[in-house]
Structures are given as structure tokens and as C-alpha cells.
């Protein structure tokens, strides 16, 4: 299960990824973060955009705010900084996604260009974990596509992996996706679908990985540790 003790590898890749020191080159990655409802025009920050409030390839941050949720500080993070194009690693991660009302909002994390792994003509299966905490609740899924970039459709489609759905306070699992026939190359969607009934707040950990993790990446993984230090950034008041 996924903790949020914080290790020396979670301080030392936080601070890589919110000061720009980039890890060994695994390949130039496509991802997004994408915050939408299925209803509203979705927002989407691509890797390196001009709303990318991180300057490392492989990592999106984004603070902003949608249809009445505030969204503090979103990370995703995969490679260059986890894992590669044949055994993939997304992390998602959000610190403090609140409503004032009711409804859901879906996070995710969208990237392409994995060719792995396959085996006997079938890629996966994926390791998901999640932890977190919410005042309402909270379902992480894990899809699929054929390289294609998520453009406002629901991929449910092409889920192979759910875990949830959690409520009331804090919360933690992992399990198994499911196969898919192989598509190479192919894109992976990481999910959280967060429904609020009032004024609620939402904080959590997830990410998706092609092999069984070592016992010290269940430690609280740097993309939040650098979100935190993002959100801690962004409320600091500005001098006069």
C-alpha cells in the first residue's frame, strides 16, 4: 500500500523535479494533465506549454481553477523522470482539489509513445496504487489507446484498470490492470473522478507502473513532494 512517509529518494527527486535537474534521457515523452467534466470545454496542459509550471520534460504542474473547484497544485509525472517507453510509470498527483458546491471533477494524466511490455501478443498487465485522503469521493481509473491524446471523449471504453470507490477520510489500495491486445505504439490514461456533495477538499497519490515496485517507491513519490513545495510557492505572499 502506498504511505506518504517521506525518504531521502522522495526529497531528493522532489527537488529535481520542481527546480528543473532532469534525470537520464529515456526518450522525449508527449503527456498532458487534463481537468475536465465531461460537460465543460476540458483544460489541457501539455508538456512544455506556456501553463506548464514545471521546466522539466516529463513532468506537468498546474494550479488552476475549473466550474467552481479550485485546484491548488496537479502533478503527472513519467518518463524521462519514471520509468521508460517499455516498462511505463505515471504518476498522479494532487494536493488540496476543493469544491464550495457539489459535483465531480475528473484529473488525469495523459501520455503516448509506450511500447511496452508485451508478451505473447498481449501488453500489460499494469500495477496501480493510490493513497490519499477526501471528504467526498474518489475512483482512480487506469485506460488505454491506440497513441491517441485524451480530446474530451470518455475513454471508458478502453478502462483496464479501476481502483475504488473511496470516501470518508483517508485511503490507500493497489491491484492489477487487466491485458489488452498489443497496440505499439500506445497511449496509458491515468484518471481520479472526484465528487463532491458541498464544500469538500481532496488530496491524493496515484500512479500506474509495468512491473511489481520496490519496496522504497511506495514511499510518497517526488512528484508530490514538488507539488507541495509548488503549492507552498504559490501561497507565499508576494513582497511589497
Known sequence: MKTFKVGILSVMVGVALLF??????????????VIGDFIHAPIIVVDGSVNDLSNVTGAVAVSTSYQGWTINVVTGVSYNN???VSQPYI??????VSSTGGGTIIVGVDVIGFTGPIAAGKTGPFFMEVGGTTSGKVDIYAMYDVNTLWNGANLGANQIGHLGQFSGGAFSASGYTSTFNNADPYALFLQANITHTGASST????DIQGKVPEPISLILLGSGLAGAGLYRRLRKPKKA
Do not use: F, K
Request: hydrophobic share 40%; proline share 4%; glycine share 12%.
Open 20 to 33: 528543473g535537474i532532469q534525470s537520464t534521457a529515456l526518450g522525449v515523452p508527449y503527456m498532458e494533465v
Open 82 to 84: 519514471l520509468g521508460s
Open 91 to 96: 504518476d498522479l498527483n494532487t494536493i488540496n
Open 203 to 206: 488530496s491524493l497519490d496515484a
